[in-house]
């Protein structure tokens, strides 16, 4: 299981600029102990606003990358055995609830369909956490917070969240910024100057138009960071488009010749 814990102060936020009215959804729903769901395309800042959002607010974070495997034992916990005999070790969701911390399941829908049965109580007006394996109820805290998210792109009949389940949260959809906050958040995290900002901006754009088309996916803000990071760093400006923005979003050789025409064509 990939688990990220973080536990950052007001004074260290990470870097983020609102696209709406996030900020303030998400601190009402936390105020009044309500989960929250966030829909949106890969690399559009999602976990990037939880992290921002759980440091604004001083909780502890506790962040999942969801998959296949993921089982509820691992959100929940399992006894293990050590020189002293068997023992429980809390998963992240217990240790979460515990401590009143924010627990964040990035790409929820790809755990397995078990794992989420074990959010329902958690997510409505009992908010416990029953932990079967111990006799243990646990009675959620008012400062602990359920934050789940998934790419509405990648949902298809077998990966996809029940409407039972979606309607247990509130409820916010991400998307790539506008232009000039793209280009405020490509400045802000790279220092990358206006005029190359602005070009890769544009050779993004024209690389979105292509999804669903000849792409399953968009070229997303995260990788626009790490094309400027690269220029910044001194590396050619075609190279860095092709390394960040056209090699991960294709495998096919005639998929990549024609990105690269587009690399071309934009940046001249």
Known sequence: MDMQVDNLSAEELPFYRPQGNEVALFEHAWRKQ??????????????????YMAARLGRPLYTVACHDDLTAADLVGRHLIGDQGTFWSDGPLTRAVREGAICYLDEVVEARKDTTVVLH???DDRRILPLE????????????MLVVSYNPGYQ???KGMKPSTRQRFVAMSF?????ELELEILQGETGIDRAT???????ANALRALKDHDLEEA???????????????????????RAALVEPLTDDEETLAALMEVVDATLG
């Open 34 to 51: 309500l989960p929250v769901l966030i829909k949106g395309p890969t690399g559009c800042g999602k976990s990037r606003f939880v992290q």
């Open 121 to 123: 109580p958690l997510t």
């Open 133 to 144: 394996r111990t006799g243990e109820t646990l009675k959620a805290p008012p400062d602990f």
């Open 156 to 158: 298809n009949l077998l």
């Open 175 to 179: 998307d790539f910024p506008a232009p």
């Open 197 to 203: 900002g602005e070009r890769l901006i544009g050779l």
């Open 219 to 241: 070229a997303s803000t995260r990788l626009l960071v790490y094309a400027a990071t690269l220029i910044e760093g001194g590396f050619d400006l075609r190279q860095a488009c």
